[in-house]
């Protein structure tokens, strides 16, 4: 099975812009978590999407949000982006709730 | 509140030694524990996963091992080489509660010639 991915990999932004990053699952796989991981905090949890909705949420502002498609698919959108925003967002899959998050290469944020 | 702890923050070791790096948790109710290793610039991947029952788990050069009563886990690596220089990350899963993960700071092991 082809793994998690993400694209885009790589992307600059300036501040006030918005930005969606994508993520398709392992097939098969119904869970899409999404994280944010800076090197000063490590990874932080944003959300995570099963069959289409919102199961868990972290304690990031409402900037960030994020969806699910039927294909399992999931987009996550940040607002009006900050400096503080850059950091490299991964997004896992798994299949059922007590299975393993297999992550995605990530896809890294510079906001100037 | 449910926490992970992880110990040291960075370990430099020299190639073919030995190393273990801790990791305590508060995260109750308990399902499981996983610990990750994280190339620089590239997503974790499951090394191992421990349920409550389970004391030990290898994976290679790495072993884990879990004490569910003082709620404290272990990630040691035999025999270290170049190629383990990475982040690990011990992540534990809360039953119910949607199955939240809670994440560990990390270690950041660099493996020296």
């Known amino acids: 099975k082809a793994g998690v991915t993400q694209t885009p990999r790589y992307l600059i932004k300036t501040r006030g812009q918005q930005v969606t990053l994508s993520c398709s699952p392992i097939?098969?796989?119904?869970?899409v978590s999404w994280y944010q991981q800076t090197p000063g905090q490590g990874l932080q949890f944003l959300f995570e999407?099963?069959?289409?909705?919102?199961?868990n949420k972290g304690n990031f502002p409402g900037r960030f949000s994020g969806r699910q498609f039927s294909n399992s698919r999931s987009e996550m959108n940040v607002s009006t982006l900050e400096l503080g925003d850059s950091a490299l967002y991964l997004c896992?899959?798994?299949?059922?709730?007590?299975?393993?998050?297999?992550f995605g290469p990530g896809t890294r944020l510079l906001v100037l | 509140k449910n926490q992970v702890e992880q110990s040291p923050q960075s370990l430099i070791i020299l190639e073919g030694k030995n190393c273990t790096l801790q990791?305590?948790?508060?995260?109750?109710?308990?399902?499981?524990l996983r610990w990750y290793k994280q190339d620089t610039g590239r997503g974790p991947v499951s090394l191992t996963i421990?349920?409550?029952?389970?004391n030990t788990k290898s994976n290679g050069r790495y072993t884990a091992t879990l004490d569910a009563d003082t709620k404290q886990s272990s990630l040691h690596i035999t025999a270290s080489q170049l190629s383990d220089s990475a982040s690990y990350i011990c992540?534990?899963?809360?039953?119910?509660?949607?199955?939240?993960?809670?994440f560990g700071g990390g270690t950041r092991v660099l493996v020296k010639p």
């Open positions: 421990m349920t409550f029952s389970e």
């Open positions: 999407y099963f069959s289409e909705t919102q199961r």
């Open positions: 097939s098969g796989h119904r869970s």
């Open positions: 896992a899959s798994r299949d059922g709730i007590q299975e393993t998050q297999y």
């Open positions: 990791c305590n948790y508060t995260v109750s109710p308990f399902s499981n």
């Open positions: 992540v534990v899963t809360q039953k119910a509660a949607g199955n939240k993960l809670t």
